[in-house]
């Protein structure tokens, strides 16, 4: 069964503020990171992703910013709407390196942050 | 553009009883497959994938099976349900080599009785 009492990392903001939700990965040889949302009830929608020769990368209102030294990633939401209220995952990928030259994809997914935007 | 299918949406079933859960997807070809299993809650859980026809790689050990009869067709079964393998199933593709993000279904939510 599952365990009782266990909580998601949380974080609650105004509608307007800019939000950052946090990630420590685990494996220094990661290549590939991605964030994802997922509204309650639907599947994981990817945001933005980064690979590791790179320290930041922009898209629409979202910024993830990826710090090798200390295996830390984050992603940052300009001017946070409602819409905006989900749990956020991200994702690693440890590359071609750890199946001996063949990339298949598979990512290991951190446990996820719920941000709250109140109006 | 690429599409990804799950059905069914939600499902009940009892204790016992089979199951098979379908995803297909659309727009591309060679895809690779994946399928995980999210408890309320928590996060993502690998439990098979598949790089081709046929190909699958199990990464739990559990009453689940999969299987990959068509290219864009990844199937999720078992023959006798567990109260413990309710949860919200997600199928999700990535194309192969380099192209690492997986883009996710809509999900199926199966409570088991």
């Known amino acids: 069964g599952e365990s009782v009492g266990l909580h998601l990392p949380t974080l609650s903001v105004q509608e307007g503020d800019n939000s950052i939700i946090n990630c420590a990965y685990s494996?220094?040889?990661?290549?590939?990171f991605i964030w994802y949302k997922q509204e309650s009830g639907k599947g994981p929608q990817f945001i933005i992703d980064?690979?590791?020769?790179?320290d930041k990368r922009q898209g629409q209102r979202v910024t993830v910013l990826l710090n090798k030294t200390v295996k830390h990633l984050s992603l940052q939401i300009a001017a946070t709407q409602p819409g905006d209220s989900a749990v956020y995952f991200c994702a690693e990928n440890f590359g071609p390196n750890s199946a001996g030259g063949t990339s298949y994809g598979k990512l290991t997914f951190g446990q996820g942050t719920i941000l709250t935007v109140h109006p | 553009s690429q599409t990804i299918h799950q059905w069914p949406a939600t499902l009940v079933q009892p204790v016992g009883s089979p199951l098979s859960l379908e995803c297909t997807v659309e727009g591309t070809s060679n895809p690779n497959l994946y399928w995980y299993r999210q408890a309320a809650g928590r996060g993502l859980q690998l439990l098979f994938y598949?790089?081709?026809?046929?190909?699958i790689s199990s990464e739990v050990p559990q009453n689940l099976s999969a299987s990959r009869p068509q290219d864009r067709q990844f199937i999720l079964s078992s023959k006798k349900l567990l109260l413990s393998d309710s949860g919200f199933y997600l199928c999700a593709w990535s194309g192969g080599g380099t192209q690492e993000t997986q883009y996710f279904g809509p999900g199926t939510r199966l409570l088991v009785l």
């Open positions: 598949s790089v081709g026809i046929g190909q």
């Open positions: 494996n220094s040889a990661s290549d590939y």
């Open positions: 980064i690979r590791s020769n790179m």
